[in-house]
């Protein structure tokens, strides 16, 4: 995890690519309900009447819905939306069962892990959570040896599916940035196995094999029309993109815009980097607006691809996030931004957005973290990227779980599930009242 903001010269027009108009929503609602309609009502019981007129006018329906979707309530309903990073690089976190729980209970359904640790594939079995599963980059050159790979799928990967929903293979992490050529080198001879290996045991539609990359591999990223690699790993790269696009796999990116305001606190502006409202950037080629950073930095991997060749391939963020806490030289690692950062983001994955160069293709993502993770090493940020403490409790709340604020991780007890089977029945409740309110509100004009 040490994505940076590429930086460097300019390069020729940049290709081109499909764009298309966001797509736009209209709602018209229904004439109101008759008198015989009203008159019918009157003999029904008043639920009964409340959802006779419900069905009648679509306004009702629409200013319920608006209510829960920007409550809190409905960031928690909504959850599967973000996809997220379950590291394990701590000796205090809770069992693999109790966070089947937490994701289960914030209707979480994509995340990663880092291995292929049997507890977790078993724990998750059964769930509906979509699984990436990683080989670890010291098992890569392992791997370029096709009985090898064949051994480690039927290992690690064949006994659990289809219970444990896994759908895609990490080779590796960051590789084309380890400073290891050897390693470099064998990634692709090494997909190239693993993929062979899931053909042969009929597994190759249901899970795709790549690996995440920093952004450091781009030579440039600003402005995003102008995203390209550094010309020393175009050896490299060009053989990943052919295996990507025959494949049909995803390049994974890991964005951190926190890194590029670290850096540069004075020149980024936070806001811009936030996703709050900014006045944000224009591409002086493309003239397309960006309002925050991350979707500038996949867009210019977009545009890097395609300057070699392959446009066509889909690129989505395998981590990103924000520190909550950093060392005196970490500017911005803070609670508030860390908060405002993923909220927004994820206010943005509800709205199923795409990027500018692909406005009508929702951006997938992983957040990084589920937890603080205490063995990391390097600065105090790379501890505490979570939002939630090994304990279960919130470092802060984006809004997946309002309504549980204070809940932690051993989700197992029955006065907990009876909690939240209590604060079921009260927003029914409260749904079924305002659905009576409006009934009488239409029968008194």
């Not at 994701?103 to 979509?130: E, H, M, Q, W």
């Not at 309002?291 to 446009?311: H, P």
Request: charge should be positive; hydrophobic fraction near 40%; proline fraction near 8%.
């Amino acid at each position: 995890m040490q994505a940076k903001k590429g930086i460097g010269k300019r390069l020729p027009s940049p290709p081109s690519l499909p764009t298309s108009p966001s797509p736009c929503l209209f709602f018209k609602s229904l004439p109101p309900p008759s008198s015989s309609s009203l008159s019918l009502s009157l003999s029904l019981s008043p639920l009964l009447m409340a959802v006779s007129i419900l069905l009648r006018s679509r306004i009702v329906s629409m200013f319920l819905l608006f209510n829960l979707l920007s409550s809190e309530f409905g960031f928690l309903r909504l959850g599967s939306s973000l996809g997220i990073n379950y590291g394990q690089v701590a000796n205090n976190l809770p069992s693999p069962e109790q966070v089947r729980l937490l994701l289960t209970s914030l209707r979480i359904t994509k995340t990663r892990i880092y291995d292929t640790n049997p507890r977790v594939l078993t724990a998750f079995a059964n769930t509906g959570i979509d699984l990436i599963v990683t080989v670890p980059n010291e098992a890569v050159g392992v791997m370029m040896d096709p009985r090898q790979a064949l051994q480690w799928v039927m290992t690690n990967v064949q006994p659990y599916f289809p219970a444990t929903k896994i759908t895609g293979i990490s080779v590796g992490n960051e590789v084309y940035t380890s400073d290891d050529p050897t390693l470099m080198s064998n990634l692709v001879p090494a997909l190239l196995s693993i993929h062979s290996a899931l053909v042969q045991l009929g597994l190759d539609s249901y899970i795709h094999v790549s690996t995440a990359n920093s952004l450091a591999v781009l030579e440039n990223s600003y402005p995003p029309s102008m995203g390209s690699f550094k010309p020393e790993m175009a050896n490299l790269l060009v053989p990943f993109l052919q295996f990507l696009a025959a494949t049909k796999s995803p390049f994974w990116i890991n964005a951190y815009p926190y890194f590029a305001y670290k850096d540069s606190p004075a020149k980024v502006s936070l806001d811009y980097v936030l996703f709050n409202p900014n006045a944000g950037m224009v591409d002086p080629y493309t003239k397309l607006r960006y309002d925050n950073m991350l979707y500038a930095q996949v867009d210019a991997v977009i545009f890097a691809i395609a300057r070699l060749g392959y446009g066509g391939v889909d690129v989505r963020v395998s981590e990103t996030g924000w520190p909550s806490k950093g060392d005196p030289n970490e500017v911005g690692a803070t609670v508030e931004n860390a908060r405002a950062y993923n909220r927004n983001l994820l206010l943005r994955q509800i709205r199923s957005e795409g990027t500018p160069v692909r406005p009508n293709q929702r951006l997938e993502v992983y957040l990084f973290a589920l937890f603080n993770e205490d063995m990391k090493p390097g600065p105090t940020s790379e501890r505490n990227y979570g939002l939630y403490q090994p304990d279960g409790t919130m470092v802060y709340n984006v809004g997946l779980a309002a309504l549980t604020s204070s809940a932690s991780v051993s989700l197992t007890s029955s006065a907990t599930r009876d909690m939240r089977k209590e604060v079921g029945s009260l927003w029914y409740w409260i749904l079924m009242f305002s659905l009576t309110f409006q009934a009488f509100m239409r029968m008194a004009i």
